[in-house]
């Protein structure tokens, strides 16, 4: 692991983005105009929006990341970069890195401005602090790149990658916890909300909404989306290989 | 610029050549140490041996030309060399060390077929990137950079993004990044396809001022036979096995062709099934 490699990659995925001015306003405005949305959908019921606002809060990164991180080393795998990038003296740990820090930034902006808008304009009514918030939708952006990382090693295209998004991301929405209480869920699919990591995202999102003070759960659920996170990253690592079959 | 030549006619084809001193070769004092050394090199890519016991030098310092049909075996000869091949087995010496190994990789510029840059970057954007990546430092980068577009003559472009450059311009930005960090090692997969005469003329002129300026020892694969006479050695490869590995001009006389074309297919025939080689007479 080298530290000057892993910025000069975070900087140049950077750069890639700067050159798309498009995906950056799609990326920052949509989570800010769905939340809209949402506000109004809830006209009657503003104590709905509260509850469905603050976990999308910790949904929207993560699939916005996973969708980016898997569309762009796709790219890396398929133009032939990354081989060249593996034939040079690069860490594969530098190259995992820098990605993770460069949509890390990303999603940094990206939660600001949804968490922004929800608690100041869209009156998003939360008893603790909204950095908790910013805090749990960064690790989950961070899950979301570990994510896209890696399913993009097990699609030949972009296809197949997007496809990989209901198998990979929906089933975690249903499960979450945000239709119905994971408690309440056939107990199989309670067990199965347990072992994944979007439910602990939401769980987090929901006791930040709850009470004013950081709670033990909170702290949990976020060791374990952050545990989680490193676990794919390092998965995703195991992906990257310098030899061809 | 001034060629050199190997003596005509000499050796039979499959024994390995010994690298010859080269005028141009760097530390002149001790012997010459093959660029590239292969002893029954085989890989095999799912159940197909795709390279069959392949034994050659490259010597150091000169331009080796890898020529054979699309199909041959030749991508998977380059990556084995740059070590981003699995399933090598033999024995593969590149600058001394086992071929993939670490402190390899900043020592070889490689430059894949299809140009392997971002198009969402421009060409200067791209050097710089992989520049840092090689561990040029900071200060030196820029000039590293403008020296390596000026040798592939794309200075006038350095700030067009890759993506909105022509396909023979992104192979120059690809072509530019592996002369990054003066490389003692290029080895360069068919980089002259699809341009035009002139830039081709160009480019096989920076491969000849490399080798004797520079000392860099190039290998360059190519499916067009009339590139071969620019180079000084030539590895004729066909069906993953090494037909013949001379001179351009050792390789005419001892075939009795006019053309590496008709060598090759010569070659063929004389190495193919006997049947063949009757019917055609046989070859001297």
Redesign the interface.
Known sequence: MNA??TF??A??VL??LG??PRSIALLLLVPVLLLVLLYYVFDANRRGFDGIGASLLGIFPMVTMFLVTSIATLRERT???L????????GKADLIAGYALAFGLLAVVQASAATGVAVWLLDLDIAGSPWLLLLIALLDALLGTALGLFVSAFAASEFQVVQFMPVVIFPQILLCGLFAPRDSMQPVLEALSDVLPMSYAVDGMTEVLHHTEATGDFYRDLAVVAGCALLVLALGAATL????? | MNKPRRPPGQGSPAPPQRPQAHPAAPAAGRPAVPAVSARDLTVV?GSRTVLDGLTFDVAPATVTGLLGPSGSGKSTLI?AI??????VTGTLDVLGGPA?S?PL??R?G?V?Q????????SAR?NLD??A????IPRRDRDRAVAQALDDVDLASHADD?AGNLSGGQRSRVSLA?ALLGAPELLVLDEPTVGLDPVLRRDLWDLFHRLAAERGTTLLISSHVMDEADRCEHLLLVREGTLLASDSPHALRTRTGSDTIEDAFLNLVESTGSPSRERHRGGTP
């Open positions: 000057a490699r000069t990659t900087r140049r750069r890639q050159h798309d133009s032939g970069t081989e060249r990038l593996l034939s040079m003296p690069l290989r310098r030899r061809t079959p | 890519r990556r740059v070590g981003t091949q699995a399933k993939g670490a990789r900043s070889l490689y894949t299809a140009p392997s840059v971002y198009a969402d970057l954007q990137y992989f840092a990546v090689l561990g993004l990044v």
